[in-house]
């Protein structure tokens, strides 16, 4: 199934919400509170379609398929580690090292590693250039 992509009207509808962290083209990240929400009235006998609309979304724009998808996620992710399964952590482990928290050490490693590196790719490329010469003569 295709996903929906927003409109920017859509989009601007959808952040007033307290329980959305952000809304791309096609993606809603909710806060984790809302998540908890969820799974409190889930387990109470809600349907997920009722609990979004209580809490303010416009269901007929997110879509049931949306909806049915995020509850299983979450249903899922709390079945296997709890409430901390429902956490975003995206925003914590991205793998990568922020450039902000580097210091100067770190920072000059990774310029001299740059540098290494392409000047490595200048060296491949010439002599590429030079067998391109050889061959072309023959």
């Known amino acids: 199934m295709d996903k929906k992509h927003f409109t920017q009207k859509e989009k601007d509808i959808l952040k007033k919400n307290p329980y959305v962290n952000s809304v791309g083209e096609s993606i809603i990240t909710y806060t984790?509170?809302?998540?908890r929400i969820f799974i409190a009235e889930s387990e109470n006998g809600k349907l997920p379609r009722e609990i979004f609309k209580d809490s303010g979304f416009n269901v007929d724009l997110l879509g049931s398929y949306r909806i049915r998808k995020a509850a299983y996620r979450?249903?899922?992710?709390?079945r296997e580690s709890g409430i901390d399964g429902l956490t975003d952590s995206r925003k914590d482990y991205s793998g990568r090292p922020t450039k902000e928290n580097m210091s100067l050490e770190e920072k000059n490693a990774r310029i001299e590693a740059q540098i290494q590196l392409l000047?490595?790719?200048?060296?491949?490329?010439?002599?590429?250039?030079?067998?391109?010469r050889g061959q072309g003569k023959k």
């Open 32 to 35: 984790d509170e809302f998540r």
């Open 74 to 78: 979450w249903k899922k992710a709390y």
């Open 119 to 132: 000047k490595a790719e200048n060296e491949l490329l010439k002599k590429l250039k030079m067998m391109e």
